[in-house]
């Protein structure tokens, strides 16, 4: 059977279905009703979605090895590549040096600002972020003696995230501006 064929079938089928008796009305005697489970695939998940999610997870991971200042984390790499991925190493490792930690985590409500598609097909995604450190904060190491010249507050943030040969969505690079920038 042609696609076609198939097609014109099951639009037969719902026209038939449809014309049926409404599904409040009781059934008629002697008749048993069975229905079958259809199994739909999940819907695709847009480039757009998995950008801002490696956006949200290179967050989680750079507040994770910042328990630690920990450059070296390996999932680091997983969400981050290239100018995003120096900056954040360099930055634990200085925190390293001066015997910092970082606790607690970033809120972040990233916004999709340009998506670049290139040929038909979505390889750049810019996003926008009024991130916010308020509860994510420098700390001496072994203790809760906070660093000097602590705050925290709301920052805006500029990212790029890329689609990698791999098939994975990675930040590129970012740019986080002071507090109170948005």
């Known amino acids: 059977m042609t696609t076609t064929a198939r097609v014109a079938t099951i ?9 049926s008796a409404p599904s409040d009305a009781p059934p008629t005697p002697g008749t048993t009703s069975t229905s079958t489970a259809t199994s739909l695939a999940p819907l695709p998940v847009p480039p757009e979605r998995k ?6 997870a290179m967050w989680r991971e750079m507040a994770a090895a910042g328990e630690t ?3 070296e984390a390996p999932r680091l ?18 925190d390293d040096r001066k015997g910092l930690v970082t606790k607690g985590s970033p809120r972040s409500d990233p ?10 097909v979505v390889t750049v995604v810019k ?22 010249g ?24 970012f ?3 002071g507090v109170g920038s948005c």
């Open 11 to 19: 639009i037969g089928l719902v026209a038939l279905t449809s014309c």
């Open 51 to 56: 950008a801002v999610d490696a956006y949200l």
């Open 69 to 71: 200042s920990n450059a």
């Open 77 to 94: 790499a997983q969400h981050a590549t290239g100018d995003a991925l120096i900056v954040i190493k360099n930055s634990l490792a200085e």
């Open 111 to 120: 916004q999709v600002t340009n998506v670049d598609r290139s040929g038909g």
């Open 127 to 148: 996003i926008r972020d009024c991130g916010d450190d308020s509860a994510w904060l420098k700390y001496r190491k072994g203790t809760n003696e906070p660093a000097d």
């Open 150 to 173: 602590q705050g925290g507050g709301r920052r805006s943030i500029l990212a790029e995230v890329k689609a990698q040969p791999d098939g994975q969505w990675r930040v590129t690079r």
């Open 175 to 177: 740019a986080v501006q």
